[in-house]
């Protein structure tokens, strides 16, 4: 009886072993599928000259019309432009003046590709032949540069359409900015269906063919405040007849900076920054209101939305103590909230894997947090995605200053990069998707 009963066991325990590595194929394994042709294919296309001389005139083209967010009309038009000559369909408008298009099969699985392509309101101060032409605007974070990248993807896409094995879905979105326009483009409806996104932003922090990413909190949530605190004015040779709201404000500062430093975990990196007071138009006179507003960062979804609701405890608690009221609004478009960016673990994996293949392993680097906040987060509040930041610093070319500088420049050797990994990794997606669908 014991040794059937031994059998018996080694049986169960070899067959338990089968069903756990089959369903932890199907739910953990996005190891993208590669062979060499299909590496060389990508690369190929993303580098073929006549692809990157027409991604640099589409970029070229957007970055001497540059549009603030939702007046992004003449942008819209050139991707229309374009996606037309391609043969992609597509939507519009979505969200005022954004595009969403559709390569592939037409049924599931949907992958989905980002691109933001709004400017900022800055006097360009880089000379070169195609220096913004409309004063006090400009495009100083690279967004041109997504769009025309986005676009080389599709013109890859589309010449592997009929190897994709779903759909990939092109989205490209107005007012990232403003950190508005991607909850935007989901209120329209452009995750339907999507099971996975990407998204891509151009650093100076690393050189042209280097990239980089982290699992987790990748990213900052930002949010902004605005107190008004009221009390009652009066002259300022007699305090005593007034209730007054400088000192209240005054109070709440020192207090909110005390968030920080006494009472959240060192290793939970957060910030509370004041950095505007108004109150009062005369030396002599007690004001009946003052306004202090400000800004607030942190990497976890947690921890991001308990410092709000702390900002927030304080201000009233030191209205209060110096007879005061205060009303608080966190939701103005001056300061809209954007949560954390934080990357999906296996999604960040598949990434890392496609990007070592285009970019190769010692130019794919694990990127630290950093306190700089993307819309891209609303899109993986939905879905499960990943955020990418491509390198593209040069001093060749003065690709060196940061975003939102006026003197901000982009390596244009970057772009095959973007247009490359962008493709490889909704082709690779829907291929190792349709695959892991053969699981139960």
Known sequence: MAVPGIFLFFVVLFLISIATSCC??????????????????????????????WMKRIRREIHENPELAFEEFETSAVIRRELDRLGVGYRWPVAGTGVVAAIGSGSKPFVALRADMDALPIQEMVEWEHKSKVDGKM????????????????????????????TVVLIFQPAEERGVGAKAMIQEGVLENVESIFGIHTVHGYPTGTVAARPGEFLAGCGGFRAKVSGKGGHAAIPQHSIDPILAVSTSVISLQNIVSREIDPLDSQV????????????????????????????????FYALRERIEEVIKAQAAVHRCSAEIDFSGMEQPTVPPTVNDKRIYEHVRKVSMQIVGKENTKTSPSYMGSEDFAFYLDE????FLLVGMRNERTGSVY???????????????????????????????????????
């Open 24 to 53: 932890c194929s199907s739910l953990n394994s996005l190891t993208p599928y590669w062979n060499s042709s299909f590496k060389e294919q990508i690369t190929g296309l993303a580098n073929d000259p006549n692809t990157v001389n």
């Open 139 to 166: 495009h100083a974070c690279g967004h041109d540069a997504h769009v025309a990248m986005l676009l080389g993807a599709a013109k890859i896409l589309q010449e592997m359409q009929d190897e994709l094995q779903g």
């Open 272 to 303: 509370v920054s004041v950095a505007m007071i108004h109150g009062g138009t005369a030396f002599n006179v007690i004001p009946d209101a003052a306004t202090i507003a400000g800004t607030f960062r942190a990497f976890s979804k947690k921890s």
């Open 383 to 386: 879905v499960p995605g990943s």
């Open 402 to 440: 940061p975003p939102h500088s006026p003197y901000f420049n982009i390596d244009e050797d970057v772009l095959p990069v973007g247009a490359a990994i962008h493709a490889a990794f909704a082709h690779s997606y829907l291929s190792n998707s349709a695959k892991n669908s053969h699981f139960p």
